[in-house]
């Protein structure tokens, strides 16, 4: 099997590769069209700002690419976010995978960014959950947040409950950093790998 990490400049791509490794998995780390076509899965990681990865994205022809792709993608953190159509953040038009806007959380009460382990209620039908429980507790840092839509197949509360998880066709998404989530989120990356 070929596992892609697609390359960029959005950090925390170690972590995954450390993931990856753990499980016993080759991959390759690339920004290659044709090694991004013709690998069996894709894995979309980031962390960083929307505007700045967008733009690197563009540079490389990647914002065309991605969306393009046939085989399945698991985007964790920004990743999921330039996955949809537009972010709060610096106002910067994304992918448009999902046909959702990323929204900046605002309060008072609680601060941002959100940091830190929480729990996720998942949709029992979601394949990356397979052998987890419907509450698992997974690892977060962010400042912007998918609202619950029609693609949402899990929810996290803080602030206000807001899309954890989503999902449509061969693209999968998590906000949280499944490659540092832990036995549950090393349980989330074998069952992407099994798709």
């Not at 962010?142 to 949402?152: A, D, E, G, I, K």
Request: hydrophobic letters at 45%; proline letters at 4%.
């Amino acid at each position: 099997m070929e596992i892609a990490i697609v390359k960029y400049n959005a950090g925390n791509v170690a972590s995954v590769m450390y993931a990856l490794d753990r499980i016993g998995v080759p991959y390759t780390w690339t920004d290659d069209e044709a090694m991004l076509r013709q690998a069996d899965k894709v894995i979309f990681p980031g962390v960083g700002e929307a505007s700045t990865a967008m733009a690197h994205l563009k540079e490389k022809g990647l914002d065309l690419l991605i969306p393009q792709l046939k085989q399945p993608v698991l985007a964790t953190c920004i990743g999921m976010q330039l996955l949809c159509k537009h972010s709060e953040e610096n106002d910067t038009t994304c992918m448009g995978v999902f046909d959702v806007e990323v929204k900046r959380f605002q309060s008072h009460e609680l601060k941002i960014p959100h940091v830190g382990w929480n729990s996720i209620h998942a949709n029992q039908d979601n394949p990356l959950m397979k052998g987890l429980k419907k509450e698992e507790f997974v690892y977060f840092v962010h400042s912007f947040y998918v609202p619950l839509n029609s693609l949402t197949t899990a929810v996290c509360d803080y602030v206000q409950p807001f899309s954890a998880m989503l999902h449509q066709d061969n693209f999968y998404a998590a906000q949280f950093h499944a490659e540092i989530s832990g036995m549950a989120g090393q349980r989330i990356i074998e069952n992407f790998l099994a798709l």
